[in-house]
């Protein structure tokens, strides 16, 4: 009898463990996916907005700048350091959808340059203001071909300088600029005082895919670079959220 059940006991601690392999498989299979393509429900959100309302509003196109970089490191940091391949497919998506949303910050800008010139055309050319933002789109322009440099420079370093000090330094960099991607739209926010013109779907998903991505780079013990990122990305989207909540509400009360 007592052999009978301790076999029962095997049993369900057996089913118990497959249940859970089972559950943390498709977790991962989940948590993949969404890291090589929840970059789409991120940013494509924001695009839209910004084409609907033909302006910038309160989006931070330093977030794109700082998402550039961090994942070009990313990228050269997997020529000396293994991790889960979802994440290279990741850094082409974003770096994608970065480029687009700079395509059409610039667009927006020249369109808003054009306007104050015609608006100033009565005006005496020695009391006109200098453009910013035709010296803004132009610095964007240059900013991308800088871009496509530095990656050429980075992978360069990182095929033919092979060591462990350098696969660090190169992930460690890549962690940190992965790391504050949210604080300038967190500071815009804070100096505005406003979220106005920022899409909540894209903040939203901000949180959702970093804290999914967490729990992943925790549980499949990710390089601990990634942990680290992940963890001060997922507070300030929270603080974020928070100021969503704060202004929102304020705007809708007035």
């Given at each position: 009898r007592r052999l009978y059940q301790v076999r029962i006991r095997l049993h369900r601690v057996k089913k118990a463990k497959i249940a859970m392999e089972t559950a943390l498989a498709i977790f991962n299979v989940v948590v993949k996916g969404f890291n090589m393509f929840g970059s789409l429900l991120n940013y494509l959100p924001q695009y839209f907005l910004m084409c609907r309302e033909n302006s910038v509003g309160s989006f931070n196109t330093f977030t794109c700048y700082l998402?550039?970089?961090s994942n070009a490191f990313r990228i050269t940091f997997s020529f000396s350091r293994s991790f889960d391949f979802s994440f290279l497919v990741q850094s082409v998506v974003?770096?994608?959808?970065?480029?687009?949303?700079?395509?059409?910050?610039?667009?927006i800008r020249e369109e808003e340059a054009a306007t104050e010139m015609s608006v100033s055309a009565s005006v005496s050319v020695s009391s006109r203001k200098p453009n910013f933002?035709?010296?803004?789109?132009?610095d964007t322009a240059i900013l991308v071909r800088e871009f496509a440099a530095f990656f050429l420079c980075m992978c360069c370093l990182c095929l033919f300088v092979r060591s462990a000090v350098t696969s660090e330094v190169v992930g460690t960099i890549g962690s940190i600029f992965e790391g504050?991607?949210?604080?300038?739209?967190?500071?815009?926010?804070?100096?505005?005082?406003?979220?106005?013109?920022l899409s909540f779907v894209m903040i939203f998903f901000w949180w959702f895919g970093d804290s999914?991505?967490?729990?992943?780079?925790?549980?499949?013990?990710?390089?601990?670079?990634?942990?680290a990122c992940s963890s001060?990305?997922?507070?300030?989207?929270?603080?974020?959220?928070?100021?969503?909540?704060?202004?929102?509400k304020k705007k809708a009360s007035s």
């Open positions: 998402l550039l970089f974003v770096i994608s959808l970065q480029m687009l949303l700079l395509a059409k910050t610039a667009s933002e035709r010296r803004a789109l132009e504050v991607i949210p604080l300038p739209q967190l500071i815009k926010n804070y100096k505005r005082r406003s979220v106005e013109g999914m991505k967490l729990l992943f780079v925790i549980i499949n013990q990710q390089p601990v670079q990634f942990i001060a990305v997922v507070t300030l989207d929270c603080i974020i959220l928070l100021q969503f909540a704060i202004w929102s």
